[in-house]
Structures are given as structure tokens and as C-alpha cells.
């Protein structure tokens, strides 16, 4: 399958500082990119949807003034939190589709990024 | 818009045993329902999944059977080993161009 990576793959940061955490797709051409975040044992929220050149799509109750999303290009997304707290703290993944994944409806995640802010 | 709920929420099974999953959503326009399988700080991994105008699909050991009059959906899996152990998560989507929404999880556990 296609790949998609991550970076970094954990980042401490203090609070009110603000953290990039990038998603590429390594080998195909995102035209959808897809952020989601993840609390210990609980299921995959999707955060924001964003297509290539165009803004992101944020799912209700998300601020998309502290949660920054940038899918500039074909193969990179780009998720800035800004100005972060401890209740920021999460597991952030992205996950890819192309246009060629159309008909075989999949999206393709990437590792993830594990946030502290202390 | 689509809500996907999931049981049990943990479920354990002595290692040979089989277990199923079960999801029911709630919007009839969803076609597409895959089934990931995640480890402890790891991606969410597709294992199987099923479109609408198909009942049932097989892969070796694992099973996703569709009931779209019920809206109900489950995943089989026989034979369980210790590496089945992880949280699986049903989701559901419409068209190709909509978001997956996620089902709440299941806590599988395989014991030796």
C-alpha cells in the first residue's frame, strides 16, 4: 500500500508555545489529507479534512484558529497547534487519500504524533 | 450526520477462540464500511472491508458480514492468536469524497 509518514514522531513542548507536525505522502499524490486526534483508549476524532490548494474543512467544536492546517502541496500536510496547553496533549495522525484511491475507497494513515505540553 | 456505535467495548477470548465484533450506523446513505486494527501507539491498519452490494467477505481467517437493511455490520475473527490482540475500530462512509467516521473501539484480547 501507499505510505505515508509522519515528523516528528513525539514532541514535548511547554505551554503556550506553538508545535508543526508535518504529514507526507511518500509515494502518491494527496489530493485529501485527513487530521484526527486520538485520546488513550478512545476511538479516532477527525479534526479536519483539507484539499490540496484550498482550506481546510473543520469538524464542529474544533477552533481552526489553534489547530493551523496547511496541505500547500500534493505530498505535504502541515498541522500547527498554536499556543498550546496541557488539555492539547494527544495522539495527532493524518491520513491520506489520492485521486487514484478513489475507487478503492482507502485512506492511508500515517504513524502518528504523540504531543505532551507540559 | 453518521454515527457509528461499536460492542462490546473490551472483549476476551482464550487463544483459538473466535470473536465478533459488532457495529451498528445510523445513516443509510453509508456504503462503504472498512475495519482497522490498531496496536498501542501504532497507525490504525485496514484489515478488511465491505461495500453495500456485497453481504459477506472472507479473508483467511477474518470475516466482515453487512446487513444493510438492519444497518448492522460485524467482524469474525476464528481462530484467534495472541497477535490478535489490539483495538479494532468499524467505521462507515458514504461517497469516496466523505470523511470516515469512527466507531468507539474494541479491546480485543487473545489469551494464550
Known amino acids: 500500500g501507499a505510505v505515508v509518514s509522519q515528523h516528528p514522531s513525539r514532541v514535548i513542548c511547554k505551554s503556550g508555545t506553538s508545535v508543526k507536525i508535518e504529514c507526507r505522502s511518500l509515494d502518491f499524490q494527496a489530493t485529501t489529507m485527513f487530521w484526527y486526534r486520538q485520546f488513550p483508549k478512545k476511538s479516532l476524532m477527525l479534526m479536519a479534512t483539507s484539499n490540496e490548494g484550498s482550506k481546510a474543512t473543520y469538524e464542529q467544536g474544533v477552533e481552526k484558529d489553534k489547530f493551523l492546517i496547511n496541505h500547500a502541496s500534493l505530498t505535504l500536510s502541515t498541522l500547527t497547534v498554536t499556543s498550546a496547553h496541557p488539555e492539547d496533549s494527544s495522539f495527532y495522525i493524518c491520513?491520506?487519500?489520492?485521486?487514484?484511491?478513489?475507487?478503492?475507497?482507502?485512506?492511508?494513515f500515517g504513524p502518528g504524533t504523540r504531543l505532551t505540553v507540559l | 450526520g453518521e454515527n457509528v456505535e461499536q460492542h462490546p467495548s473490551t472483549l476476551s477470548v482464550q487463544e483459538g477462540d473466535s470473536a465478533v465484533i459488532k457495529c451498528t450506523y445510523s445513516d443509510s446513505a453509508s456504503n462503504y464500511f472498512p475495519w482497522y486494527k490498531q496496536e498501542l501507539g501504532k497507525r490504525p491498519q485496514l484489515i478488511i472491508d465491505?461495500?453495500?452490494?456485497?453481504g459477506e467477505k472472507k479473508d483467511q481467517r477474518i470475516a466482515v458480514t453487512l446487513n444493510k437493511t438492519a444497518k448492522h455490520f460485524s467482524l469474525h475473527i476464528t481462530e484467534t492468536q495472541p497477535e490478535d490482540s489490539a483495538v479494532y475500530f468499524c467505521?462507515?462512509?458514504?461517497?469516496?469524497?466523505?470523511?470516515?467516521?469512527f466507531g468507539p473501539g474494541t479491546s480485543l484480547s487473545v489469551i494464550p
Open positions: 465491505i461495500r453495500s452490494n456485497v
Open positions: 467505521a462507515a462512509r458514504k461517497t469516496s469524497y466523505d470523511k470516515v467516521i
Open positions: 491520513s491520506a487519500r489520492g485521486q487514484a484511491d478513489l475507487s478503492s475507497n482507502e485512506q492511508f
